[in-house]
């Protein structure tokens, strides 16, 4: 969705007045140091080029720009509008991870920018080039790495130009099914999923007859494997492997117990080094094995460090924009403890994860385009959960897809803490969630959310949960746009998609989260799900296409293990804020869970769902199901709710307690109402402007505007053109493997 230019002009002007650090990147600078691939740094760093006599020019490193930066800070304050080091276009293998401190920080009128020269590619690489290498077998080459840099270094990732290559696998990754292909799978029958047994074990693996292997250093191998639920992965090295049994003893417990039917695979064994892209790295010879994707491409590169920028406590007023960051083990951004810093305009992949910011204040990861991670794209911590004092950090204008590329649970954008949001940003892609949120006054708000959930279950596009009871408060998922929310699972023994999930998902008593003007289209299990969720207000949002129903409510009762399990931990966190003069205003704050339960021992209470569109195109679609829902307690009116002419049905589970619902007959006048629920309510198309494309603009004539429903800004959903932008416009594509559109029916 793109943004007009007069919104445009009007959001830039508000970015930077509300985060100072915005403007400071667009400051024109009051002394500019120049780095080249091809400088040197006893040289001035005054010039761009080197001159005719080769005696001044670029600096090499970053390193030599920030001492310069420091020398300049101990003889004087810095020059009025900062420092600004421009790198020219090439790429810089970094010797160590560049690291920023207090004594490297700009001010509001003096900030200090690292970025890329104008209309140059600058290429951060986290590692080193590797080559001299000789056949050992077939297609197989080998490399002595101990000698180019890589001593003592086990690296874990290996780069053959911009592609990721494999570990050694069995079996095999299957590029034309990435999702469902390439794997083994625990023997024997798989039980119900959520009865604990007495059998279950986090460390052992029952392997199939047929998938013996004959490995001759199981030591050096690692199990990748989806324990019992399917919500993650973990990646466990092997302690042993007894052929008798017919089992694989892990040497660390996983999440969950091991079951029959768990999908896994084994990695990092030199014997399963037989297809192109793999390669496998000899610890004790130091000798990489590798199988070039093409006999011509030996571009080989992989990590030496961590991260590549690191800005240290205290760090201030520094901008780092504009270049392409590869090639590391861990997070190529890194910031702790530093205020007013910008991650902007970079393109960051082949990394661990892209960028994270913890505690400090108003950091902002603005304008980037980050994939192709191992885990997450952007993390960001920071605030007081006692005090309600905001950190004010922000992820926006960012492009983030295919994240989690070994660890599944990875999402795409993580907030937590207190006063940090997530806007405008286009994030697709992801093995499980797209954006998770846990803390206070959290806004997840203008993001364009596709494509998530496509490797696990029971999950969703916006994810939140509050076993404390006070998470996630004051919150607010308002005016994003979802659709094609996945989900993969097993269903009577075969493995199965879409399944088991939704466009946003209030969690395990989650409270106080406003959910309003969003767009959620296609969620195989619904587009809006609570469970057990309270004291929420579900206001002017359009939910479609839901296959069964649009919005479901599932709740406790005061004898599920969910309650009894964690009560004493919701009332140590109630009771940790509940004197806080910040909590005080904070929604029903006045009721602890040790009086929440209601005298027919339900819980889960005051939701209010108003001026909403239900729309379904299926038959069976249902406005709403519910289970253990004290429906006296919560609120439903002034909604527009449309299934193609077709009977309205609602569902309530357990069915005993209320016997006149989900008839065959039209349940919505005959039970629904009478018990006094969406009484202004009305039935009727709502008039979308082109549903099947996906816009849901109302036709003025839409009788939605006579329940006072008020029309979504569609065209500020999602990233927008701007000078901090790392590239525009934004162009998708399709990725291999993935399936297209989720279908209603």
Known sequence: MHRPTGALLILACLLAAAHPSVAAAEAKPGTTIFVAPGGNDTWSGTLADPNAAKTDGPLATLDAARDKIRAL????????????????GGRFYLPKTFELEKADSGTADAPIVYRSADGEKVTLIGGRPITGFTTHRGSVLKA????????????????????????????????????????AYVDGKPPYMYKDLPTDSRRILQYKKDDARNWQHPEEAEVSIFTRYNWWNNIVPIASIDPQKRTITLAADTSYAIRPDDRYFVRNLLEELDSPGEWYLDRKTETLYFWPPSPNELDVYAPTMDSLVRLGPGTEWVTIRGMTMICCEGTAVAVRDANDCLVAGNTIFNVGRGVSVRNGLRDGVVGNDIHHTNGGAVSLYGGDRITLTPAGHYADNNHIFLVGVQGKGSP???????GNRATHNLVHDCPRVAIQLNGNNLSIEYNHLHHAALETEDISAIYTGGRDWISSRGSRVCYNFIHDVFGLGRVKGKWVSPHFCSGIYLDDNTGGVDVIGNIVARAPRAPLYLHNARDSVIENNIFVDGPNRQIEYRGWRSDHSFWTRHVETMVKGYESVASQPAWKAMRHMDISPRNAVLPDGLIMANNVVKRNILYGSAERAKPYTFENVPLDHNVFDENLVYVFGHPIAITYRPADKYKDCDTPVDSWPRWWQKLGQDRHSLVGDPLFVDPQNDDYRLRPESPAFKLGFKPIPVDKIGPYADPLRASWPIVEGKHAGRPDRLTSQ
């Open 73 to 88: 800070r101990k003889n004087a304050k810095l020059p009025p509008g900062g420092v600004t080091v421009v790198l020219r």
């Open 144 to 183: 002595d790495v101990a000698k180019q840099g890589f001593k003592g270094i086990y690296f874990r990732q290996l780069f053959c130009g911009d592609q990721r290559q494999q570990l050694a696998r069995w079996p095999n990754f299957d590029p034309k099914e990435p999702y469902t292909g390439g794997w």
């Open 412 to 418: 795409g954008i993580y907030v937590e803490g207190v």
